[in-house]
């Protein structure tokens, strides 16, 4: 099992969350390791995106700073051509999957991960299941959003705040362990 995360919000969330689950089916869930992360979002490929390495492709999977937005922020310099019909967030599940079945792993919100952020962290980390650094200022976010830079939603991109950050381009989703 990867870090524990310790935000207040987000425990009490999680706890909620895993209350619920746990009365109903037995499962334990947990924030993902950065890496597992990275995983589940690439879902075998090597391009920038589950996509491809074209950013206009990213309207096929995920909701980004694009012509849409574009339209109702005109000073927006960093959207793509392509339009995927949501100025800001989109419901869950709007977009196809991935190659793993998985919704909305590029852009929509930042999704944190149980890892403390570091930044030379894998340089020298395990090549198999790493559990990221044991200390940082903060933890690891992940997927970029619908209001980013559209590059910055690529499956490699990795960006991390405060535990106490509140915003409305970042969320999470959890991992069943059984
Ligand atoms: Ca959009």
């Known amino acids: 099992m990867g870090a524990v995360w310790t935000s207040p919000i987000f425990r009490y969330l999680l706890d909620a ?11 334990t869930y947990r924030l993902p390791a950065e890496a597992e992360w990275e995983h589940a979002c690439r879902a075998g490929t ?25 339209a109702k922020f005109p ?9 995927d019909g949501y100025v ?29 952020y570091g930044e030379e962290y894998y340089a020298a980390s395990p ?16 997927g970029g959003s619908w209001y980013g830079w559209p590059y910055g939603t690529r499956s490699a991109r990795r960006y991390w705040s405060n535990l106490g ?3 409305n381009s970042a969320g999470f989703r959890v991992s069943r362990t059984q």
């Open 127 to 142: 090549a198999g299941d790493p559990n990221g650094s044991d200390s940082g200022d903060g933890r690891v976010l992940r």
């Open 75 to 83: 000073d927006w310099t960093w959207t793509i051509k392509a339009s």
């Open 46 to 70: 090597t391009t920038r995106y589950s996509s491809g390495d074209d950013p206009e492709t990213l309207t096929k999977v995920g909701n980004v700073a694009d012509a849409t937005a574009k």
């Open 88 to 116: 800001f967030t989109s419901p869950v599940g709007s977009f196809q999957p991935n190659a793993f079945g998985l919704y909305d792993m590029h852009g929509n919100a930042w999704q944190w991960c149980a890892d403390w």
């Open 165 to 167: 950050s509140r915003d």
């Open 17 to 27: 969350l895993v209350a619920k689950s746990c009365s109903k089916e037995n499962k």
